[in-house]
């Protein structure tokens, strides 16, 4: 997800609380679109309130991909217009100054960013990914059952898990999966630029 919309999610936390009921069509909405599991939809439906139900799935949401934002705005369109309208307009206020452009910052050259990233790039970011690699995977469009069979198939290595999804990435994705598309996810999933100053080297 975005950093602006995982921004703006966290600080309107209370006013949704308050104000969207977390119904079936809501979630239903989002695991048919494939932003939600199973999984989910009982993590939400076990809440004891209203309020805790659409806290639940506040928390869930920013793990979700870089779709999820916008699938969830999709979702208030027929009950929830005012709310939706609002979300958009705060997304459309929100003029924080960039960043240094994340690529500069993690050392990665210009003319790599349309690549597909090398068998070399794809071991040393496995090797670098901490707990935080599943939400990046998610995000560059893999599903919890490929990141379960990841894990299935290497169970004695988490850096063996990560280059299994990595490659599963960039053979599913040709061309499309390239050092930029990587590069956003790893920036959605707030992974430190210093961490990966040794990656595209």
């Given at each position: ?45 076990s809440e ?41 307009g705060l ?111």
């Amino acid at each position: 997800m975005d950093p602006k919309h995982k921004r703006l999610l966290r600080s309107q936390r209370l006013f949704l609380a308050e104000e969207l009921l977390v119904d079936d069509m809501i979630i239903q909405y989002l695991y048919q679109e494939e932003i939600l599991t199973e999984s989910h939809l009982e993590e939400i439906r076990s809440e004891s309130s209203n309020r805790k139900k659409t806290l639940k799935l506040l928390d869930i949401l920013p793990t979700r991909g870089s779709h999820a934002f916008h699938r969830f705005i999709q979702s208030l369109e027929k009950d929830f217009p005012w709310i939706k309208d609002k979300l958009l307009g705060l997304c459309a206020e929100d003029s924080e100054p960039p960043l240094p452009c994340f690529s500069v910052q993690c050392g990665v050259p210009d003319h790599i960013l349309p690549t597909v990233p090398t068998s070399q790039h794809l071991n040393r970011l496995a090797a670098h990914l901490g707990s935080e690699w599943k939400s990046v995977l998610l995000d560059l469009g893999l599903s919890s059952a490929d990141l379960y069979r990841c894990c299935a198939d290497q169970p004695l290595s988490v850096q063996s898990q990560v280059l299994a999804a990595l490659v599963m990435w960039t053979q599913r994705n040709g061309r499309e999966a390239t050092v930029r598309r990587l590069l956003q996810s790893l920036q959605a999933a707030d992974i430190p630029p210093s961490v990966l100053q040794q990656v595209f080297v």
